[in-house]
């Protein structure tokens, strides 16, 4: 019976404090409301979405080494931090004029041999192609703890920015003009995307497939958050400052647990002085879908040209229309990086008029 009644007293005495000092009762509720079950709610959804970026792999059309292989000839250069690249230069058809040199970046899972399915139509025009691949792909090894993954990272700009760096320096030792073009796939898009914020020397970007990780992780966060979430009606009803505090404080999770940056293209975009840029994107990709090239395109600078393929899954385009890919790459590159209607153009004072025939000419005859 002491106990009982040692035990009301002591709820008694709660109970009398509580309302003696109901202000900070409900200053703590509230905290525990607008911080605690909010940060909470955040950690949940951030251990999902690193659950995603671990694991999550892109779907293959087809097999990201399925090509007829090309030869060329074969190069070893440095990345941005020092490790040593494997790259190749396919040399342009000798029967065309040289138009300019293009680099090629590669998908996630691919190699710098995957330019054949590419940038054939790009050589038979006259560019030369410069290929490499990204480290832990083909031949460029790296013995580090670094795991590459669909996304990319501080460590492919690096490796981007070797690749530039040296073809820059290739075409000044042979004297020709230190422009290039950059052809990106999917992971590569983004590497090259993020080089040409830093690179003036890139004038014409060609991305396929591509996307920016923080952006590209809220969507999935939100795709996937839908599956996992216990309150449907806390889930539908969060805030979109909600959703941008989580992608902040992913992205600086991710770079702890994964020891590596990972870029923003959209801000890379935003900050890159406007470049010709043709965008390409499959109709019906289910991973990367339509809006996160969209996104990019409506945040570049003129000009640029968006193409959504019909009927394509991720980094299909390619292979479900071959001949409408060929002629879109091919006259972007023509109209925006083509060394040979230049040097017609310098080696006439006077702003003479283009020479008859040049493929210039030709894609406004089309146009027409």
Known sequence: MLMIDTGLLAAWQILHVLSNNWAIVAMFCTIVTLIVLPLAIVRKYARISLNIMRNTKPPLARGPLDFDRISGEPVSFPAYDGLPLAGMLVRANPRVPRRGLIVFAHEFCSDMHSCARYCLPLRAVGYDIFTFNFRGHGESQDLSEYVPRQWVSERELYD?????????????????????????????????????????????????????????????????????????????????????????????????????????????????????????????????????????????????????????????????????????????????????????????????????????????????
Not at 248 to 253: D, Q
Not at 310 to 318: G, I, K, L, S
Not at 360 to 366: K, P
């Open 160 to 368: 981007m920015r070797g690749a530039i760096a040296y073809i820059v320096r290739w075409l000044k030792d042979e004297h020709l003009p230190p422009e290039v073009g950059v052809f990106g796939i999917s992971r590569g898009a983004c590497a090259a995307i993020l080089a040409a914020e830093e690179f003036p020397q890139i004038k014409a970007i060609t991305v396929d497939g591509a996307f920016s990780t923080d952006s590209t992780i809220e969507y999935l966060m939100k795709r996937w958050a839908y599956i996992f979430a216990t309150v449907r009606i806390v889930y539908k009803n969060h805030p979109r400052v909600f959703w941008r505090f989580l992608r902040w404080t992913l992205m600086r999770m991710a770079r702890r647990k994964f020891g590596v940056r990972f870029p923003s293209v959209r801000k890379a975009i935003l900050r890159m002085s406007p470049r010709p840029i043709l965008f390409i994107h499959g109709e019906k990709d289910s991973y990367l879908p339509v809006e996160q090239s969209r996104l990019l395109y409506t945040l570049a600078g003129q000009p640029k040209t968006f193409w959504i393929a019909p009927d394509a899954r991720h980094n299909q385009a390619v292979i479900r229309h071959p001949e409408q890919y060929e002629r879109r790459t091919t006259e972007f590159f023509l109209r925006h990086l083509n060394a040979s209607v230049k040097e017609q153009d310098t080696s006439r004072p006077g702003s003479a008029p283009k020479s008859p025939g040049s493929p210039l000419d030709e894609l406004a005859a089309h146009a027409s």
